[in-house]
Nanobody
Framework: QVQLVESGGGSVQAGGSLRLSCAAS????????MGWYRQAPGKQRELVAR???????TYADSVKGRFAISRDAAKITVYLQMNSLTPEDTAIYYC????????WGQGTQVTVSS
């Protein structure tokens, strides 16, 4: 069973940047397509970025051109670089496989003020 631990969230002003990290332990992380998801208050969790084992990436339209997902197989870590943040990016951010296989971690809160 993989355990996922997200970190790197915080409070920033609009236009700012954050880099999120997701550390995985156990399981077959290196064989999985990984994704970053977010859940804003009152909204459903949504996939915002995904990366395959070969490094191919796809993004939700709302973050395309601003967010970048990457992975480090040796460190069993997935990253999300978030630039040009807007208040609409405020949410709890989670990582998991795509499709999701493992239990959700606690996530990391991102708050963007205008």
């Amino acid at each position: 069973q993989v355990q996922l631990v997200e970190s790197g969230g915080g409070s920033v002003q609009a236009g700012g940047s954050l880099r999120l990290s997701c550390a995985a332990s156990g399981g077959i992380f290196s064989l999985a397509t990984m994704g970053w998801y977010r859940q804003a208050p009152g909204k459903q969790r949504e996939l915002v970025a995904r990366i395959t084992t070969r490094g191919s990436t796809t993004y939700a339209d709302s973050v395309k051109g601003r967010f970048a997902i990457s992975r480090d197989a040796a460190k069993i870590t997935v990253y999300l670089q978030m630039n040009s943040l807007t208040p609409e990016d405020t949410a709890i951010y989670y990582c998991n496989s795509d499709p999701t296989f493992w239990a959700w971690g606690q996530g990391t809160q991102v708050t963007v003020s205008s």
